[in-house]
């Protein structure tokens, strides 16, 4: 989970290009609600963080169907777009999850229930197919009446302590757990919303999973930290150096910033117990 900035283009500017590049009977269609389709990109501007409740354009079907082909038929501009939202850095890591490289663009609305945002930039945000799976087209949750997902370029990260991980040793082998807390002060709808998307984004065992595979190609570094006196304190130290430079870059709350500083804590660990992070090497088996 992090904020990613918002692509610098003239949303009415791709609209018409899109629709100029469609053909006759969509072009058409796509001219007949160009107005509505501006006017609701206003609202949604004016909306934001909180874009969850805004009314739907009135369209026919035809015409709705029109804005999604927008999307879903490749034009040279419609491909441009996807390129120019994918290509840059900043976003090169998924920003619902913060572990896969993006591939997809998700409709933060989706197209299926707002047309009408389909092509919209500020609506498209850049993720991996595991996230834009798992977030389908739920958008309030309508229990709580909260937004079920953070919006990436709109909404603000806490920099109190919100994810929290915790870490033991059984056996030989470590037994990570990640989970969402409400630190003190923080406002009920604020940690609903921040718990949503942790949970229906199944971060939890992905952080774990992705957490310990990660830290495999740890294993080295920490080995020569500890050195044949077998210095714990060493190896705390590496990590904690290792957690300040992930909170520095991506935030206290990042889950590998999490990671490191909740192991540099870890005494057990710290004395031997990395061991149980080695990876054997694998040796791919040759052909029969
Ligand atoms: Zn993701």
Redesign the pocket.
């Known amino acids: 989970m992090r904020s990613i900035p918002l692509l610098a283009v003239e949303a009415e500017t791709i609209f018409d290009d899109i629709a100029a590049a469609k053909q006759k009977r969509r072009r058409v269609r796509m001219k007949a609600v160009r107005a509505k389709v501006l006017a609701s990109y206003q609202s949604y501007e004016d909306a934001t963080p909180e874009v969850g409740g805004l009314s739907k354009a009135v369209m026919t079907t035809l015409q709705k169907d029109a804005m999604r082909h927008a999307f879903n038929v490749e034009t040279k501009p419609m491909e441009a777009l996807r390129g120019d939202m994918l290509k840059r850095v900043a976003v090169a890591r ?1 920003p ?2 913060g ?2 490289e993006s591939t997809t663009l998700d409709h933060y609305l989706p197209k299926e229930q707002y047309p009408e945002f389909a092509i919209f930039p500020k609506n498209l945000v850049p ?2 197919s ?2 834009n799976t798992k977030k389908r087209d739920r958008i309030v949750d309508a229990g709580t009446d909260v937004r079920m997902f953070l919006h990436p370029c709109y909404d603000i990260i806490p920099d109190e302590e919100f994810i929290q991980v915790r870490t033991r040793m059984a056996e030989n082998a470590l037994i990570l757990s990640y989970r969402v807390v409400r630190p003190e002060g923080m406002q009920q709808q604020t940690f609903l919303h921040l718990r949503s998307h942790f949970t229906e984004l199944g971060l939890a065992d992905r952080y774990r999973l992705m957490g310990l595979d990660h830290l495999g190609s740890q294993y080295p570094s920490l080995r020569r930290a500890y050195g044949k006196d077998a210095d714990a304190d060493r190896v705390a130290e590496k990590l904690s150096e290792l957690a300040g430079d992930f909170e520095d870059v991506a935030g206290p709350n990042y889950w590998l910033a999490k990671l490191y500083r909740a192991l540099s804590e870890n005494e057990d660990f710290c004395d031997g117990g990395f061991e149980s992070i080695k990876v054997e090497k694998v040796v791919a088996s040759s052909p029969p």
């Open positions: 998924c619902f999850c572990i896969s993720c991996c595991h996230c």
